[in-house]
């Protein structure tokens, strides 16, 4: 008893001990799963939309899948694979809710119908045949053949399809029905809105009323800015009657910045010259142009060229220059050139030619396609075909219907490997087979018209770039900037110590990938990462602070930085109606224009509109049978809605008080009224009334389900 009083008196330490021994279990099972956090969610998980996970893996996964050879910039693709996420989750809730689905069968249909206008716009657009635009479906047919017959295993296992062919045709079957389901839904929606008579009849009566007005235009310009002085109390004003129009759903957060350029200096482009100058004896004396020009990144196509397609600097130089001669160095545009000459020829102004097309999309295909058009070739060589009569009945091109023939054409109108063919090599009536990007031609040129003098050349070219040592010198300066700047207030005076200006970005969120007219790229979306407290290196951040990190950036194309930036945070505003403060820079120009205007309203009481034109140096304008429809002042230059509505409320051949337009002050007289007159076509106005609904119904539904889905975004931990 005397042990169980002595745990009594000491319970907090024993609940104290067991609480301990808990925290570092659980802590001992996030360290054994370092994917799992304390609440049970994962820490791999890019989101969730309406209950649905999507985990990082899957998602970084997809991307990859889709856009590793695209070509874009990652960050725009990543937005609208996400984007296809929400939509898709919020979709397929929503059709269950209401019990619309996609059967099988019309997935097939869907995917591989023949009538092409049930086709879905994920199939219609991505297969089409580049060469004619037309839906291929040569090629829909061979898909369809592979998936419904179980093909595509054997076939990626012969190399034939590419190994993660399963996997995007699996997500494009996502795409497919996830567009088919929103177009049910919004079909659903449209039939919904209605227009009852009553509305149609207003409606009528509103489009027929009208106005005439006399009026003079103030423009904003015309009135200093110095002359008006703003107090809080303007700005609360302003804010105060436009409140609604600043509610955001997120928080938001600006950055203030200072951009150093980085520019070739004059030693740089003299560097570059000479060294251009360096590699023209080697040039010259090539024997074999093509390794030489590969070997110092110069270029040639083999193309032979006319005088008017040379660049103007070099033209009439080049002409005169006998083969094998150089030219250069020379400056053109931003960069320092060496060309030389490699032939000449006579080039026809144009050919009449005609061709077999058989396309190719992989090696599979391209073997095949070559195979048919070198047995066309002996057929034709031989005599036993005829080239009009196997056009027509094995060229997949949209000249097939005429035997081939694509008529007369000039040089460059035609893909490389065809132009170089029908212009430099063929000979009347021989056939040629040459490979180029829509697949396998036979050629046949049938006539050459005109011709005159064209050149053969290659390039050595160097672009005037800044050296590393000016990108050195342009980054210790920024460096010696950051190294001052303890706080935004310290920056924005080290910045102007230097001779430079600093920019504030537009309210940015938490996954934006732009800042400004900065280059798209990691720093930028660094930037935002840091600005949001995402940036590991850097912890959490607060409105003034100074980044510790600088941001290089460099063009697309560029193997050089041509920026060093210098950030720090302006201001955070949170989700919801900011303060007026938060948005104060944003709304002082129009707070300014309505000081204006109060201002014109001081200088012209009690004038009429030829005396207050005479003020400013304007003129009275004129405005006749202007509508609610069409509150557009054709001299103004502008649909300006408020002065429309001003017009028709105040009485006739009275001077309004300034009201603040849209392309300037405006005080309007109106001189006459057309009222409004039943017209009888209430069922075309209700046709018409119904068709904008439903349009914008098509326009917005989907983003109106977006802001009531629930959604958790954790993009920005990761990207």
């Not at 040379?310 to 005169?320: K, Q, R, T, W």
């Not at 061709?355 to 048919?372: E, G, V, W, Y």
């Not at 660094?526 to 600088?550: E, L, T, Y």
């Amino acid at each position: 008893m005397a042990l169980i009083g002595k745990i009594r008196q000491q319970k907090w330490l024993l609940v104290g001990t067991l609480a301990a021994a808990l925290a570092l279990f659980i802590g001992m099972l996030m360290f054994d799963n370092p994917n799992q956090n304390f609440f049970g969610g994962s820490q791999t998980t890019v989101g969730e939309i309406e209950g649905e996970k999507v985990d990082y893996r899957e998602f970084s996964g997809t991307h990859e899948m889709l856009y590793s050879n695209g070509g874009g910039d990652g960050y725009s693709d990543r937005a609208y694979l996400w984007n296809f996420y929400v939509d898709n989750a919020i979709v397929k809730k929503e059709a269950e809710k209401i019990g619309v689905g996609v059967s099988k069968a019309e997935l097939i249909e869907l995917q591989f119908g023949q009538d092409e206008s049930k086709l879905s716009p994920v199939i219609a657009s991505r297969y089409r045949n580049q060469s004619t635009q037309q839906l291929d479906r040569q090629q829909l047919d061979q898909l369809k053949d592979l998936i419904t017959n179980n093909k595509i295993d054997q076939m990626i296992k012969d190399n034939q399809l590419v190994p993660d062919f399963k996997y995007r045709w699996a997500h494009q079957e996502k795409e497919v029905i996830k567009d088919r389901l929103q177009k049910k839904i919004t079909s659903m929606v449209e039939k919904g809105m209605y227009t009852p008579t009553w509305m149609a009849e207003v409606i009528d009566l509103e489009q027929t009323q009208s106005v005439d007005m006399m009026y003079v235009q103030v423009p904003f310009d015309e009135i200093e800015t110095k002359s008006v002085t703003l107090s809080d109390d303007d700005y609360k004003a302003y804010f105060n009657e436009n409140k609604a129009s600043f509610k955001q759903d997120e928080e938001t957060r600006k950055v203030e910045y200072v951009s150093l350029e980085v520019k070739a200096t004059a030693k740089d482009s003299t560097d570059i010259r000479q060294s251009v100058a360096d590699l023209v004896p080697g040039f010259k004396s090539a024997e074999n142009d093509t390794i030489f020009v590969e070997n110092n990144l110069g270029s040639m196509d083999g193309a032979y060229v006319k005088k008017d397609a040379l660049s103007p600097v070099i033209a009439d130089s080049v002409f005169g220059m006998p083969v094998g001669a150089v030219y250069g160095p020379y400056l053109d545009g931003n960069a320092y050139k060496a060309v030389k000459m490699l032939g000449r020829m006579s080039v026809p102004d144009s050919v009449k030619a005609r061709h077999i097309l058989r396309p190719a999309t992989d090696q599979a295909s391209l073997a095949a396609a070559q195979k048919t058009i070198d047995s066309l070739k002996l057929l034709i060589e031989s005599g036993a075909g005829r080239f009009d009569s196997l056009a027509v009945k094995f060229s997949s091109d949209g000249s097939a219907s005429k035997g081939g023939d694509l008529g007369t054409f000039g040089p460059g109108r035609m893909v490389k490997e065809f132009n170089e063919v029908c212009f430099y090599k063929a000979e009347i009536g021989k056939v040629y087979s040459v490979v180029t990007q829509f697949g396998v031609h036979l050629i046949e040129v049938n006539q050459r018209y005109g011709g005159s003098s064209g050149v053969s050349v290659a390039y050595i070219s160097k672009d005037i770039v800044p050296s590393q040592a000016t990108q050195n010198a342009v980054k210790d300066v920024a460096t010696e900037i950051q190294e001052q700047s303890k706080d935004l207030e310290s920056l924005r005076k080290a910045a102007t110590a230097k001779g430079f200006t600093m920019e504030v970005t537009s309210p940015l969120k938490v996954n934006d990938y732009t800042i400004g007219a900065l280059p798209v790229g990691q720093a930028s979306r660094d930037m935002v990462r840091w600005a949001f407290g995402n940036d590991q290196n850097a912890g959490d951040v607060d409105k003034g602070d100074v980044s510790p990190n600088i941001y290089s950036f460099q063009n697309p194309n560029e193997f050089y930085v041509n920026k060093y930036v210098v950030a720090g945070l302006k201001s955070v505003i949170p989700a919801g109606t900011p303060s007026w403060q938060d948005v104060k820079e944003e709304i002082e120009p129009m707070v300014i224009n309505r000081k204006k205007a109060e201002l014109v309203k001081q200088q012209t009481q009690g004038k009429d509109l030829a005396s207050i034109a005479a003020q400013y140096s304007v003129q009275v304008d004129t405005a006749a049978a202007i509508t609610f429809g069409s509150a557009f002042l054709p001299k103004a230059g502008n649909v300006e809605p408020k002065v429309v509505a001003t017009a028709f409320k105040i009485d006739l051949n009275k001077v309004s008080e300034p009201i603040v337009g849209n392309t300037g002050i405006f005080v309007i007289m109106p001189t006459n009224r057309t009222a409004g007159a039943a017209t009888g076509n209430v069922a075309q106005i209700r046709q018409q009334s119904q068709v904008g609904s439903r349009g914008m119904v098509r326009n917005q539904l989907i983003q109106t389900l977006r802001g009531k889905a629930d959604i958790e975004d954790n993009r920005s931990r990761f990207f």
